[in-house]
């Protein structure tokens, strides 16, 4: 039996990567409550099959319900492409029709139409994200007159967590992708940041890419259409509890999280070590 009371807002990812997102969220909704599960004893998703990303999601999902959460969001691009339509359609129905999972492509594909003036749209992501399609088939039907183009860049995350993303070997890794992302279209003048560990780059990808060229990163836009989301489903706005807290859960050793998630957040954080499965 789950816990009906009002609870946090669950955010889940398979690693780090999800505390920009938690950062967006909290910038602009401080208020609420936030329980942040990090699942990184099993990271990186990116390179695994669709069955395996789903069934760690799943699990991952069930925890968060189980500990008062009533909406989760997968802060992460590889769970929202490759399993949150099925726990949507599949497993919310079993476990309890009321709770909700929200994913963070459809709020980025939602605003993409509003920036770009080319049409041209390009994604920097994981190999998995890639592979899905997920962006290009949000967008299209959203907007279909938009061309998008997508490369996967299976050095960045490690770039990010071992605290290498400031240093000049990087440059070789992020200007090889901009590269190569703009040879497949140079029309392009909206990236979209497909990771979340990606806004750590920031930097990197601004000195590479042409004068003009936009990069969204997800956090600001996901939290404003969270904020929409409760304009329009007060009912689940009032299961949310609002006391400005964060707790933080991993499923790896506490004391690495603390000190990684440090360069997500920039503040001290208190961890719970769980598992999952």
């Known amino acids: ?9 669950g955010i889940f990812d398979s690693g780090y990567g999800g505390l920009t997102i938690l950062h967006g969220i909290r910038q602009l909704l401080p208020q609420y409550d936030f329980l942040y599960l990090g699942d990184n004893a099993r990271a990186p ?17 069930i925890s968060l319900f189980e500990r008062g959460c009533h909406l989760v969001i997968l802060g992460c691009n590889t ?7 099925t726990i949507q359609q599949k497993d919310l129905p079993l ?21 770009t003036k080319t ?3 390009g994604i920097f992501a994981t190999e998995g994200t890639i592979k899905s399609e997920s962006y290009n088939l949000e967008i299209h039907k959203l907007f279909p007159d938009i061309k998008v183009s997508g490369v996967a860049c299976p050095f960045w995350v490690p770039l990010v967590e071992y605290n290498e993303a400031d240093s000049p070997g990087a440059d070789y890794f992020v200007k090889k992708r901009v590269d190569q992302l703009l040879r497949l279209d140079a029309q392009i003048d909206t990236i979209i940041l497909g990771c979340t ?3 750590l780059l920031l930097p990197k990808i601004n000195k590479f890419i042409p004068r003009g060229v936009r990069i969204v990163s997800q956090g600001e836009y996901v939290a404003e259409s969270l904020r929409q989301y409760f304009d329009r489903h007060p009912d689940m706005e009032q299961r949310c509890t609002k006391g400005g807290h964060v707790h933080y859960l991993t499923t790896e050793n506490p004391d690495r999280f603390k000190e990684s998630a440090q360069l997500f957040l920039h503040e001290p954080v208190e961890v719970e070590n769980i598992s999952l499965g």
């Open 95 to 115: 476990i309890d029709p009321n709770r909700r999972v929200l994913g963070i492509i459809r709020p980025t594909a939602e605003v993409v139409g509003t920036l």
């Open 119 to 121: 049409r041209h749209v």
């Open 197 to 199: 560990h990606y806004p």
């Open 79 to 85: 769970a929202s492409a490759k399993a949150l339509r």
């Open 1 to 9: 039996m789950l816990p009906s009371n009002p609870g946090p807002i």
């Open 45 to 61: 998703y990116g390179t695994r099959s669709f069955d395996v990303v789903y069934e760690f999601t799943r699990q991952a999902v």
